[in-house]
């Protein structure tokens, strides 16, 4: 048996307390416990603790150190019940004390993934402009359930991704005026499935930007591709193969076929 002989709070955290116990061989430093299991046992000076009751306090104040590590890592925003379970791995915590953290913290309404989706869905489509694909694989990876991801992207409708997708091509639509509709178009429209945006909303989307189809930036555009190309070719081949090879290069970058032999037959009427 030993008893408690002084009792004294911890200069670095006043959350905690230093026990200094006597075994019978005079006054020695016991060990330390949180605020909450020197009230929930009652310690005090003079009290007698047996080795189990020791081993007792201990594991419970290690639970309370690992319960107060994840409050405090819950401070800085909303997790997931895996989120915080890496956290307290990393940490070094037992898995013991990091299921009863999580449970506790559970029981608490301070860890729910299912508020957790509702709420990370909401603040991406406010924020960014990525698609609900793009959206469910971060929740997955944080280690929300599929189940509970498709409940929140309920709240991401076609409506919505399609007003979001195409805000985002209209900015889009007119950069890189050297390039042909065709390759703008194929272009965005591998951006915006990598953003997560479903299959139907991104040929909605593009239907609906092809009809603000700029001609003569088209046209622009063709000349410049074409220019290059003649220039490139001009003095390794003859006029007809140097047409092919226009024709070749031009539907490689994205031009029609009837804009190219448009573009072609003017130049063999200026001699190529």
Known sequence: MMTITRITTQKKNNNRYNIYVDDGGGETYGFSVD???????RLRKGLEMSEAMVSELTE????YQSYALAIR???????????????????DVSPHNISATIDRLTTNGLLDDEQFANAFVQTRINTSSKGPLLIEQELLKKGVSRGQCTRALQRYDDSIQYEKALKWVQKKIHSRKKESYRKKEQRLQAALIRKGFTQ???????????????????????IYHGEKLRRKYE??????????????????????????????????????
């Open 73 to 91: 890592y819950l401070g800085y925003r909303m997790r997931t019940k895996k989120e915080v379970a890496d956290y307290l791995q990393k940490k």
């Open 60 to 63: 419970k104040d290690s639970f």
């Open 235 to 272: 003095r390794k081949f003859t006029k007809q193969t140097l047409a092919n090879k226009l024709k070749e290069g031009l539907y490689r970058r994205g031009f029609t076929l009837e804009e190219i032999n448009e573009y072609i037959n003017c130049l063999i009427e200026k001699d190529l």
């Open 35 to 41: 605020e909450a299991v020197l009230i929930e046992y």
């Open 200 to 222: 139907d909303v991104v040929q909605d989307v593009l239907d609906a930007v092809q009809m603000t189809k700029n001609d003569e930036e088209q046209r622009e555009a063709l």
